[in-house]
């Protein structure tokens, strides 16, 4: 049976010391009083988390805008709103037999939007072509919805859209890349970067950019195993940094969808104060003596 006795007194016993060495270290004690520590937290969103809605906030439905806040993420559009869009799905073309699906996905893509297709299939387009794409699956993918019925992603080459994106953090992210899914042309995107210093950087890639610029990979191919660039293409963007964004702005001049987003928050916290410090030592003291006298 255990010693409650000696239990309790070398508890206590413990307890004066720390308090001692607090005393003793008052001066450095009142140092860390309101200091703030910094930790970094990778994060992915790729918009199939749970946020707070358990499908699709289509029509009637809540907003975006805010849905990743805890996240450390804000978003807006330049034009109409944001939804989600389903790309695990089962293409088919406006008034054209129904695609296939190789991953065994039974969902009608909506919207007359097969081109948002991830996965493995093929279709019939409208110029009565058949598209096989092959790439890798994206679930949920954020686009600008363009009309109140079913999801339909944005496209017009007069009046483009921009996708904002807000980091909300005080100290801004580490940036690392992005994932942008089906663009007829891929010199189309145009990146807007806002730093933590307000000062701002551009970047548009030419047609070939997955082929000679080191910072666009091209995920999508055809079932012959070559490269996928136009309908149903997929692409990830890679940046490096040397000091944190605030705000980047995607300019979408025809069609597409983001279908993630990588990136390093860096959260300031404050450092706790020592009687927060000594309240915690009391409690798990307290705590460990109840459960030995319950043990024994």
Known sequence: MLNLKKLSILSIGTIT?????FRNNSAQAVSMTNQYTTVKKDVVVDFDENVGVGKNPLKGG???DTLWADYGLEMDSSVKELWLYDSSCRAKAKGKPKGVSKNGFTNICTGDDPDLATGKGKYKAKNNQWIEYDSP???NVLIIQE???KA??????????????????????DFNNIGLLDFDD???PIFDFTFVDNTTQQFKFGKDADENDPMVTLLSKDWKGNALKGDNSLREYNFDFSQNIKQ???TLPGSGAVTYLDYERTIKRKVPEPTSILS????????ATIKRKRSS
């Open 280 to 287: 915690l030592l009391f409690g798990t003291a307290a705590v």
């Open 147 to 149: 009309n109140k019925g």
């Open 62 to 64: 809540p907003k975006l």
């Open 248 to 250: 980047l702005d995607i």
């Open 17 to 21: 010391a720390l308090i001692g060495g």
């Open 152 to 173: 339909d992603d944005y496209a017009n080459r007069k009046n483009p859209g921009t996708i904002s994106f807000n980091f909300t953090d005080e100290m801004g992210v």
């Open 186 to 188: 891929p010199g189309q």
């Open 137 to 139: 699956e994206q679930g």
